[in-house]
C-alpha cells in the first residue's frame, strides 16, 4: 500500500510543472497566441525562484518571484507579437534562446548552492491518515495550486463571460474585433498569465522537484508542456489527465526498470508526442470538434485597423 | 498614459526595407555595448573580437561556412513554406531523417565504395527528409490537421529515434559501447572544397544552388506566382485555378527535401558518423534564419552568415576574454529581437499616441482616406 | 527583483575579472567542456583543475577555456581555434572530442595535446582517465554494511564500458560484506536531467533499496535521501552541502593535480604524450570524507583505501561473469584493455546490459 501512494506522490510530482506550464500555455492559445517560448519562461522562473529564495531564504518569496519572473518575461513577448505584430513562432523560438542564455548569466553564482525545498503541507489529524492522508493533505503547496489553477482556468474560460469573450478572440480575432472587443488587451492578459505559470512551473523545479540551480535545469520540460496542451485538444481538464499520464508513462517505466524488466525508454519517451498528434488528427477529422475547440485564428498575427 | 499602435501603409515602406536590418543591428550593437560594459570588458574590444577577428582569418571563413550552411539551407526551403503560409516547424526532424536515411548506405553496407556512394547518400538523405515532411503535409491535407504542432511533435519522435538508433542496431560494435554509429568510409563523406585552406565541404555549394535555384523559382517562374498569390490569399489562388493541397505537398516536399540534404550534408561532411545528437538546433535556427531573410533565399544567405558569426563570435570572446557563452545566446536573442521588431517598420507606421490628446477616432478617418480610394 | 539584479551584477563582476589579459612570455593551457561548468558535475570538477592551475603557477600560466562545446563540428572548431590563439597545451575533457582531436592535433604539430577517456594517441596527444571504479569498491563495501536491507538502488547514464566497470567494481566490494547483496538498476540515458535522477532515485527507494549510488552528475538523487532520511553516495563533487544527513561519501574527480603536473612539465619543456590511468594514489580519484556512518565501517572504508592505494586492484580473481562462466582465476589481475571495454556484468548483478 504504501509503496502505491509514494509511486502517486511521485507521479504528481512529475506531473504539476507539466500541468502549471501547460494550463498557462492553454490560456495563451485560447486567445489566439501560440507561444513557443514555454521552456524559455519555464527556465527564467527556476532561476527568478531559486535565486530570490537564496537570497531571502525564504522559499515563498521565491515562489513569488518565480511567478513574477515568468510575467515579465513573457511581457518581452507580448509586446513584439501584440504591440509590433512581429511572428509568433520566430519570436517564440527566440524567447527561448534568450531564456537559456540570460537564466545562466544569472545562475552563475548560484551554482553548487543548496536551496531550500518549500516544504509539504501538514496538517495534524488529516495528514497522518492512512493511504489518502499524504495524498490528499500531505503534498507541496504548488500541487494543491496546481489542481484549483486547473479548476478556475476551466471555469473561467467555460462559465465566465470574460472566459466566452476570450475563446471568442482566439477563435475570430476580427470578428472579435468588430463587436467592439479590445482584442490586444485581452491578448496581452492572456500572454503574461501564461507566463506567470511557466515561471511558477520552473519554480517548482527549483524549489520543490530538485530544490537546486543548475543550468539547463528545465531540461525540455516545456516543450512537453506544448505538446500537452495539443494533447488535451485546449481542455483544462484533459490537460490535467494529460500530465498525469506523461508522468505515469515515465515514472511507470523507470519502476519497470528497477524492477527489472527491461524497457525501450525511446519509445515510451516518444509516445507521448505520437499520442499528441494521433489525437490531432482525430480531433481535426470531426469538424464539429474542431469548430468547438481549435483556437481559429492560433498564431495568426492581428492589427487592429480601426 | 501612452499607447503604441500600429498603422498599416498602404503599401511596404521600401525606405523601411533597406533600412530595418541596419537599425536592428545598430540597436544591438548599443544593447550590446551596454551589456559588455556591464561586464567590465571595453565594448570596442569586445565587438572587434565579436565580428571583426572570425571574419579576418581565412580558416574562420571556412568554419563560418561550415555553421552557415545547413542554417541556409534549411531556411531556404521554409522561406517558401512560409511564404505560401504554410507552417513547416518541423525541420529538425526532417534534418535528422535526412542524415539517417542517407546514412544506410555508410552504415549497413559499409563494402559499397565508389563514387556512387556519396550521390546516393544525398539523393536517400532528400528522399529520407522529404518524406518526413510529407507526414504532416498528408495530415493537413487530409483531415485539416494544424502542421505547425504535428511538424514540431514528429521533431521530437526524430530525435528518439536517432537515439534508439545509434544506442542500439546501428551501434559500432568495436566502438566501446560509445553511442555512435561507424566511421563512414572515405567515398562516403563529403569532400572538402580547398583541404589546404580550411574545413569548409560541399554543403556550402550545396546551401548557395539551392539559394539561387529557389530565387529563380520564387521570381522567375510561375510556381512562385503560384506559391505567392496562394500565401497571401488563399481565396484569390482558388480562383486563379491554384490547388491549396498540391501546394502543401510542394512546400513541405520541397522544405523536407533541403533539410534532409542538410542533414546528411553535416553528417556525411562534418561529423563522419551517426551520433546521438546531430544537430545543435538547426532545424529551430532556421527558423529564425528564414525571418531575419525576409523569407528572400538571398537575404537568407546573409542572415545564415550573420547568425553563424554570432556563434564564432561567442565563442572567440569566450577564449579571448573568458566571457561565458551565455553571453552569445543572450547576444543572439537581442539580435533577433530587434530584427523582428524593426521589420514591423516596413509594414506598419508605429506612433505613440498620448491618449487624453487625440481623438482615435480622427486619426482613423484620416488614415482611412486613403484605404478608400485604394479600394475604389 | 533588486537582490537578484545586485547578484546579477556580481555575477558578471566575477565574470569580467576572469577576464585575464594578454602576456606575451606566459604559457597558455586551455580546456574544452562538453557541458556548462555550472553543472556542478563533470566540466565543473575540471574547471576546478583548472582554476587549481591558475593558482599553482600564477604569472606562469595564463588558461582559456570554451564550455558547452557539442561534440561534432563545433569541437573541431573548438580545438582549432585555441591551438590558433597561441594554447600550447589543450586539454579535451570529454570522449566524444577524441576524433576532433586527433584531427586538430595532425595539424598542429607543436601544440601539445591531452584528452580525456579516450584510447588514440599521437605523437603530441597524450591521454589520461580515472580509475574511479577503485572508489566504487570501496563505495559497495560501505553500502554492504550500511543498508538494512542488503539491496542498493543505482542509477546510470548509458551503457559504457566505465559505468559497467563501476557496476562490478560496487558489486565485488558489496559482495565482499555481505554474498547476497543486490543492486537495482536504473538507466536514465541522460548525464545529467536533476529531475530524472530525482524521480529514479524515488522508484528504487520505493521498491526497497536504502541506499542510493549514482553515475550520474546531479545532487538531485542525494536530495532525495535527504528527505527520505536514508543514504547515498555522491558523484563528481562533494555534495556534502546538499545531504548532510545523506551523504556517506562523495566520489569525486580531482584533476587538479594532474593538470598542474602536466602543466609544468610543458613550462619545463619535459611534457611527452603519456597514457595514464589514474587512481586513488595518484590523488585523482577521491572519497569526500566519510560521514553519517558508525566508526567500525569508517575504519573498514579507509582501511580499503589504502589498500587500493597501496596498488591492489578491485578486480583480483576469483571473479565469475553474470552467467557464472569464471572470468578471473584466483589471484589473477584484470588487465587494463578487458577493464576498458568491459561489456559484460560479473555474477550477482541483477539486471540485463542494454545492448
Given amino acids: 500500500m504504501d509503496i502505491t501512494v509514494n509511486i502517486l506522490l511521485t507521479i504528481a510530482t512529475a506531473a504539476t510543472p507539466l500541468l502549471i506550464a501547460a494550463i498557462g500555455e492553454l490560456v495563451v492559445e485560447r486567445s489566439g497566441v501560440l507561444n513557443l517560448g514555454v521552456e524559455g519562461m519555464m527556465i527564467m522562473g527556476a532561476v527568478g525562484g531559486f535565486g530570490a529564495s537564496y537570497l531571502t531564504g525564504s522559499p515563498w518569496i521565491g515562489l513569488l518571484a518565480a511567478i513574477a519572473m515568468g510575467a515579465v518575461f513573457s511581457l518581452l513577448f507580448a509586446v513584439m507579437t501584440l504591440s509590433l505584430a512581429t511572428n509568433q513562432v520566430a519570436t517564440g523560438l527566440s524567447l527561448t534562446l534568450l531564456g537559456l542564455g540570460l537564466s545562466g548569466m544569472m545562475g552563475t553564482s548560484f551554482v553548487g548552492q543548496p536551496g531550500e525545498r518549500l516544504p509539504n503541507i501538514d496538517i495534524p489529524g488529516l495528514t497522518s491518515i492512512p493511504v489518502i492522508g499524504r495524498l490528499l493533505f500531505g503534498q507541496d503547496p504548488i500541487f494543491y495550486i496546481s489542481i484549483a489553477l486547473t479548476a478556475a482556468v476551466m471555469w473561467f474560460l467555460f462559465k465566465t463571460r470574460t472566459g466566452l469573450t476570450l475563446r471568442s478572440i482566439g477563435d475570430s480575432h476580427t470578428s472579435a474585433h468588430a463587436l467592439g472587443i479590445k482584442v490586444i488587451r485581452y491578448r496581452y492578459l492572456a500572454v503574461i498569465f501564461g507566463g506567470a505559470c511557466a515561471g511558477l512551473a520552473g519554480g517548482h523545479l527549483s524549489l520543490v522537484y530538485t530544490p537546486q540551480w543548475v543550468e539547463n535545469m528545465s531540461a525540455g520540460r516545456g516543450w512537453i508542456a506544448l505538446a500537452l496542451v495539443v494533447f488535451a485538444s485546449w481542455r483544462p481538464w484533459r490537460v490535467l489527465a494529460g500530465a498525469y499520464i506523461f508522468g505515469a508513462v515515465w515514472i511507470g517505466q523507470l519502476h519497470a526498470q528497477a524492477f527489472g524488466i527491461p524497457v525501450p525508454s525511446q519509445f515510451l519517451s516518444s509516445l507521448p508526442y505520437l499520442a499528441t498528434v494521433v489525437v490531432l488528427v482525430l480531433i481535426s477529422r470531426n469538424k464539429r470538434l474542431t469548430m468547438m475547440n481549435t483556437p481559429a485564428s492560433l498564431g495568426q498575427p492581428f492589427v487592429p485597423d480601426r | 498614459m501612452m499607447r503604441l499602435e500600429l498603422v498599416k501603409r498602404p503599401q511596404r515602406s521600401a525606405l523601411f526595407s533597406a533600412l530595418s536590418p541596419f537599425i536592428a543591428f545598430a540597436l544591438t550593437i548599443i544593447a550590446g555595448a551596454i551589456m559588455f560594459a556591464l561586464l567590465g570588458v571595453n565594448p570596442l574590444t569586445a565587438f572587434n573580437i565579436y565580428f571583426i577577428e572570425p571574419i579576418s582569418q581565412v580558416w574562420q571563413l571556412h568554419e563560418l561556412a561550415i555553421k552557415a550552411a545547413p542554417l541556409i539551407l534549411i531556411a531556404v526551403g521554409l522561406s517558401v513554406c512560409y511564404k505560401a503560409n504554410i507552417w513547416n516547424i518541423g525541420a529538425e526532424g526532417q534534418f535528422i531523417l535526412g542524415g539517417i536515411v542517407g546514412s544506410i548506405i555508410p552504415v549497413l553496407f559499409p563494402q559499397f565504395e565508389g563514387p556512387l556512394v556519396l550521390p546516393l547518400m544525398l539523393l536517400l538523405g532528400m528522399v529520407g527528409g522529404a518524406a518526413y515532411a510529407a507526414i504532416p503535409a498528408l495530415l493537413k491535407t487530409r483531415f485539416g490537421t494544424n502542421e505547425i504542432l504535428t511538424s514540431l511533435m514528429l521533431v521530437y519522435v526524430a530525435q528518439l529515434f536517432l537515439d534508439w538508433l545509434v544506442r542500439g542496431p546501428w551501434r559500432d560494435p568495436q566502438g566501446h559501447g560509445f553511442p555512435q554509429t561507424i566511421q563512414f568510409g572515405d567515398s562516403a563523406v563529403l569532400p572538402e572544397l580547398m583541404p589546404d585552406a580550411g574545413r569548409a565541404n560541399w554543403g556550402f555549394v550545396f546551401a548557395l544552388v539551392a539559394a539561387v535555384l529557389v530565387w529563380i523559382l520564387m521570381s522567375r517562374m510561375l510556381k512562385g506566382f503560384e506559391v505567392r498569390v496562394l500565401g497571401s490569399s488563399p481565396r484569390a489562388g482558388r480562383f486563379a485555378g491554384f490547388g491549396l493541397n498540391r501546394m502543401v505537398f510542394f512546400a513541405f516536399l520541397l522544405s523536407g527535401a533541403l533539410a534532409g540534404l542538410a542533414g546528411i550534408s553535416e553528417v556525411s561532411g562534418a561529423i563522419g558518423q551517426l551520433q546521438p545528437v546531430i544537430s545543435p538546433g538547426y532545424g529551430f535556427t532556421a527558423i529564425i534564419v528564414a525571418f531575419l531573410g525576409r523569407l528572400n533565399p538571398i537575404g537568407i544567405v546573409a542572415a545564415g552568415l550573420v547568425l553563424a558569426l554570432t556563434y564564432l563570435g561567442g565563442e572567440a570572446v569566450q577564449s579571448a576574454l573568458g566571457i561565458s557563452d551565455k553571453v552569445a545566446r543572450v547576444f543572439q536573442g537581442m539580435l533577433l529581437f530587434f530584427v523582428l521588431g524593426c521589420d514591423t517598420l516596413i509594414h506598419y507606421r508605429i506612433r505613440l499616441i498620448g491618449l487624453a490628446l487625440t481623438k482615435p477616432q480622427d486619426a482613423a478617418k484620416l488614415e482611412a482616406a486613403p484605404k478608400l480610394k485604394e479600394a475604389r | ?355
Fill in chain 3, 1 to 355: 527583483m533588486k537582490k537578484l539584479l545586485i547578484a546579477l551584477m556580481t555575477t558578471t563582476a566575477a565574470l569580467s575579472l576572469a577576464a585575464t589579459a594578454e602576456a606575451a612570455d606566459k604559457l597558455k593551457a586551455c580546456w574544452v567542456y562538453t557541458g556548462p561548468i555550472g553543472d556542478f558535475g563533470y566540466s565543473y570538477q575540471h574547471d576546478q583543475g583548472r582554476l587549481e592551475v591558475e593558482k599553482a603557477l600564477g604569472d606562469k600560466v595564463e588558461t582559456a577555456y570554451l564550455e558547452n562545446v557539442s561534440e561534432g563540428p563545433d569541437a573541431d572548431r573548438a580545438f582549432e581555434r585555441l591551438a590558433r590563439e597561441g594554447c600550447k597545451i589543450i586539454f579535451g575533457t570529454s570522449f566524444g572530442f577524441m576524433d576532433p582531436e586527433v584531427k586538430v592535433a595532425k595539424k598542429f604539430p607543436k601544440v601539445m595535446f591531452e584528452h580525456a577517456t579516450g584510447y588514440k594517441t599521437s605523437d603530441n596527444l597524450g591521454i589520461y582517465n580515472a580509475r574511479f571504479y577503485e572508489g566504487r569498491y570501496v563505495l559497495g563495501q560501505i553500502a554492504a554494511k550500511e543498508s538494512k536491507a542488503g539491496v542498493a538502488g543505482y542509477i546510470v547514464s548509458f551503457p559504457i564500458p566505465e559505468v559497467v566497470m563501476g557496476i562490478n567494481s560496487f558489486m565485488l566490494g558489496a559482495q565482499s560484506i555481505n554474498p547476497n547483496f543486490k543492486a537495482k538498476i536504473v538507466w536514465v540515458n541522460s548525464w545529467f536531467d536533476p529531475g530524472k535522477e530525482a524521480d529514479a532515485a524515488k522508484a528504487l527507494f520505493d521498491q526497497g533499496a536504502d541506499i542510493i549510488v549514482q553515475h550520474t552528475d546531479s545532487t538531485a538523487a542525494l536530495q532525495v535521501a535527504e528527505e527520505r532520511k536514508l543514504h547515498g553516495f555522491g558523484q563528481s563533487s562533494d555534495m556534502i552541502k546538499f545531504a548532510p544527513n545523506a551523504q556517506l561519501t562523495s566520489l569525486t574527480d580531482e584533476w587538479g593535480p594532474y593538470y598542474i603536473s602536466r602543466v609544468q612539465a610543458a613550462l619545463d619543456g619535459t611534457w611527452k604524450p603519456d597514457n595514464v590511468w589514474l587512481g586513488i594514489k595518484d590523488g585523482a580519484v577521491k572519497l569526500a570524507p566519510f560521514t553519517n556512518m558508525p566508526d567500525d565501517v569508517k575504519a573498514m572504508a579507509e582501511a580499503t583505501e589504502k589498500k587500493i592505494a597501496g596498488g591492489w586492484n578491485p578486480f583480483t580473481g576469483p571473479v565469475a561473469k553474470q552467467d557464472g562462466t569464471p572470468w578471473l582465476k584466483d589471484g589473477e589481475v584484470a588487465d587494463d584493455g578487458t577493464l576498458l571495454g568491459m561489456n559484460f556484468y560479473v555474477k550477482g548483478v541483477d539486471d540485463k546490459l542494454p545492448q
